[in-house]
Each structure stands twice: as structure tokens, then as C-alpha cells.
């Protein structure tokens, strides 16, 4: 299996630029997440869905968009990129959160310029 | 609210010397908590979880973690520190609940001197 995958690996991009952070993960997982980890900040939560069709926002959610149209993705949108998102971001899923914990990606290094 | 407070932003030992990791939370009903470990570079991996079951939980590698519910905290140990060790490890609380929501401690830089 492989897991949680997350494309690219890294993404530079100008300012008020959009993109797509693609997110899959081949386990059949109904929960999955959006973070975002900047130094000293631990990780903070963008957008996550408990199951295809459902999304909600979490701590961080502004400049961002989230759709779950299938069990498998989770892509993140930038709508129009600032500086102050140039950030690492993980995605995660998990059969049962409470039980089971999250799997995670291996990240994309954004940098906004 | 539920949250995460992780007492030391770095922590450096000796190879061989115990390791202590200091956690803790804050949550009006029974959370679940986890230990996970982020090497340089990497993606995060779960080192261990508390899920109500055994207060001392074991986890991977050889690290264990004691829930503590009159001192809310989740310490996380080791008895001997390998060189492999050196990473950043995060505290996380789940709310009670699959609310699909983690909350993270600010994370601990576990430093390992030869």
C-alpha cells in the first residue's frame, strides 16, 4: 500500500498565484486533514472531512478551499497565494481518530515569493 | 477547549542517558493522546497512543508514555537515548469523539549528544 500520498514535494509560487495540493491515500480511510506546520507553531489544522461529500474548516481555514468528492482525495486549493502561506503542509487520513491516530504524508514545502 | 501544552521547546541528553518528554493537556472529557516523532525532513510518524485502555502505554522504539488523569499530563520516556533518537516529537490530543480533529502540541526538539 502506499499510504498517504501528497504531490508535489515542493512548490514555489508568486504572489496571487492559485494551485492544487493533491492528497490520495489508498486505505479506504473516511477521515482526512489538512495541516499546516511552521517553525515553533506545531501543526495546525486547515480543513479536514469525516467522509466523502463532508468538509469543515479548521483553525487556519482562510485562503484555503477543500472538496471530498471521492473517499480516496482530499486536494487543498490556494485561491490566490500570499506570502504568509509559504508554510509545510501534510495531509492525513484515518479510519477512526480517536482510536487509531492519523497517517500521515510526506508533505509539500510551499514558499510564496 | 480542549489543548496541548508541551513543557520544553528543546531537550538535550547524553546517548544512553533516560529521556523525558514533558506533556501536558487540557480536556473536559476523556481525550485520546498520542506521541509522534518528526525526523529532519520527514513526515510524521505515530510513536505511540493512549485510547482509555492501560494508563502506560508502550510504543515503538522503545519509548513509553504514562496518562496521568489527576495531573492531566502524558510524559513521554525512554530509558536509554540512541543517536537515532535526536528528532522533534509531538504531543496531540484527539477530542472525545471522532470529531476528525487533532490539536498539537507546539513540539519538543529532542537533541542526542555522543
Known amino acids: 500500500n502506499a499510504g498517504v500520498t501528497q504531490t508535489p514535494k515542493f512548490q514555489v509560487l508568486k504572489t496571487g498565484q492559485s494551485m492544487t495540493l493533491q492528497c490520495a491515500q489508498d486505505m479506504n480511510h473516511e477521515y482526512m486533514s489538512w495541516y499546516r506546520q511552521d517553525p515553533g507553531m506545531g501543526l495546525r489544522l486547515i480543513h479536514y472531512s469525516v467522509g466523502a461529500g463532508i468538509t469543515d474548516q479548521g483553525e487556519v481555514p482562510n485562503g484555503y478551499n477543500v472538496s471530498r468528492s471521492t473517499t480516496e482525495d482530499f486536494p487543498l486549493r490556494l485561491l490566490s497565494a500570499a506570502p504568509s502561506q509559504t508554510s509545510v503542509y501534510f495531509c492525513a487520513s484515518s479510519y477512526s481518530p480517536s482510536s487509531g491516530g492519523y497517517t500521515f504524508g510526506s508533505g509539500t514545502r510551499l514558499t510564496v515569493v | ?114
Open chain 2, 1 to 114: 477547549a480542549q489543548s496541548v501544552t508541551q513543557l520544553d521547546s528543546h531537550v538535550s541528553v547524553s546517548e544512553g542517558t533516560p529521556v523525558l518528554l514533558r506533556c501536558n493537556y487540557s480536556s473536559s472529557y476523556s481525550p485520546s493522546l498520542f506521541w509522534y516523532v518528526q525526523h529532519p525532513n520527514k513526515g510524521l510518524q505515530l510513536l505511540l497512543k493512549y485510547t482509555s485502555a492501560a494508563t502506560l502505554v508502550k510504543g515503538i522504539n522503545g519509548f513509553e508514555a504514562e496518562f496521568k488523569k489527576s495531573e492531566t499530563s502524558f510524559h513521554l520516556t525512554k530509558p536509554s537515548a540512541h543517536m537515532s533518537d535526536a528528532a522533534e516529537y509531538f504531543c496531540v490530543v484527539s477530542p472525545s469523539g471522532n470529531t476528525g480533529k487533532l490539536i498539537f502540541g507546539q513540539g519538543t526538539t529532542l537533541q542526542v549528544k555522543p
